[in-house]
């Protein structure tokens, strides 16, 4: 849907901006010091899974938002908004909202909104209904607060809101659960303290998942970010953020668990009849110089003088200090063995 205050005759202009914003922001009361016919307007509303992307020019102005719902109602909704230009100040904060910053306010509290000049912005206006389909895990709305858009996941945040802003009319509806919820998801790890305890316990038990998934699968050559993400239901962007918590990456992680899994199987006596390319490919490796080179880097010795070193005793201290078991991989190297014996 489109709008401008064009359409509307000069004498009504101020009461039909003010329908307009009621019928995308719920209960908005409007008023303007400047004359009818200088006053200017425009919104451009798209439904987008549930929620709705709303983008509006608008002349400076005063408006009231009077709470329109219990926050015990599933029908209010949670506006997340980035000012792309102008000026706007909002009652109980000190400094003005200005270009590229990005605030959450809800329909269920009052706010009093002053547009201080010409001022553009981009809505996403989710009813909390929708945020707890999306996040189980949080069990309370967040409050009203601003969001950091210039650092961090709030500038994926902000990001995101531009691109979808430009390119939603584009978009195809099959493809907009999905965006809707990754911004979601991206809102839920942006928001400041005090939503802090339930952001990051919806964040942790959805890396451990990751996490487990990827210990039940590292040793499958086609295993990736986008894959893991998929599995899960979240963006590849989200899944990142949610690694970026950590000490490592995903990719990382992956290559990691592969190089334990070598060095395990390189160790031990058991494997000892295993050629170095087979323990490679068997743990994920699809390029014996890649997985060389790659162990080389992690443990400062090569797969073949790790191999050599088990012979002489001098490679258990090795094992120790990097917290592995050699007991831990003698099933899996008969197993290699049985797999090699049948190739």
């Given at each position: 849907m489109e709008w401008s205050i064009d359409r509307a005759p000069i004498e009504g202009r101020i009461d039909a901006t003010e329908a307009i914003l009621k019928d995308s922001f719920q209960r908005w009361s409007?008023?303007?010091?400047?004359?009818?016919?200088?006053?200017?307007?425009?919104?451009?509303?798209?439904?987008?899974?549930?929620?709705?992307?709303?983008?509006?020019v608008t002349g400076p102005c005063v408006a009231q938002s009077p709470p329109g719902h219990s926050p015990f109602d599933n029908e209010f909704c949670l506006g997340l908004q980035l000012n792309l230009g102008g000026r706007v100040q909002l009652q109980h904060w000190d400094t003005p909202i200005c270009e590229g910053d990005m605030f959450l306010w809800r329909t269920d509290q009052r706010q009093d909104y002053e547009v201080l000049e010409r001022t553009h912005s981009v809505s996403l206006m989710i009813p909390w209904k929708l945020m707890r389909e999306h996040l189980p895990g949080r069990k309370q709305p967040p409050a009203a607060c601003r969001i950091d858009s210039h650092t961090?996941?709030?500038?994926?945040?902000?990001?995101?809101?531009?691109?979808?802003?430009?390119?939603?009319g584009a978009v195809p509806p099959s493809a907009h659960v999905a965006l809707c919820r990754m911004v979601i998801g991206l809102l839920d790890i942006a928001l400041p303290e005090p939503e802090s305890t339930t952001r990051?316990?919806?964040?942790?038990?959805?890396?451990?998942?990751?996490?487990?998934?990827?210990?039940?699968?590292?040793?499958?050559?086609?295993?990736?970010?986008?894959?893991?993400?998929a599995a899960h239901g979240i963006s590849l962007r989200y899944l990142h953020a949610l690694f970026a918590q950590g000490d490592t990456t995903v990719v990382g992680h992956i290559l990691e668990s592969r190089l334990q899994a070598c060095w395990r199987s390189l160790v031990?006596?058991?494997?000892?009849?295993?050629?170095?390319?087979a323990i490679a490919f068997h743990w994920g490796f699809n390029s014996t110089s890649h997985f060389c080179r790659a162990f080389k880097q992690r443990f400062g010795v090569s797969p073949s003088?790790?191999?050599?070193?088990?012979?002489?005793?001098?490679?258990?201290?090795?094992?120790?200090?990097?917290?592995?078991?050699?007991a831990h991989a003698k099933s899996t190297c008969h197993a290699l063995a049985g797999k090699t014996r049948t190739g």
């Open positions: 409007l008023s303007s010091s400047a004359k009818a016919a200088a006053f200017r307007a425009k919104l451009r509303r798209h439904e987008f899974a549930g929620a709705s992307l709303v983008c509006t961090g996941v709030g500038s994926l945040l902000s990001q995101h809101l531009m691109g979808l802003a430009k390119e939603i990051f316990t919806t964040m942790a038990a959805l890396r451990e998942r990751a996490l487990a998934y990827i210990a039940q699968h590292f040793q499958e050559d086609d295993l990736s970010p986008a894959r893991i993400a031990d006596p058991a494997c000892r009849h295993l050629q170095v390319s003088d790790a191999r050599d070193m088990t012979a002489h005793g001098s490679v258990i201290a090795m094992v120790e200090s990097a917290g592995f078991s050699l």
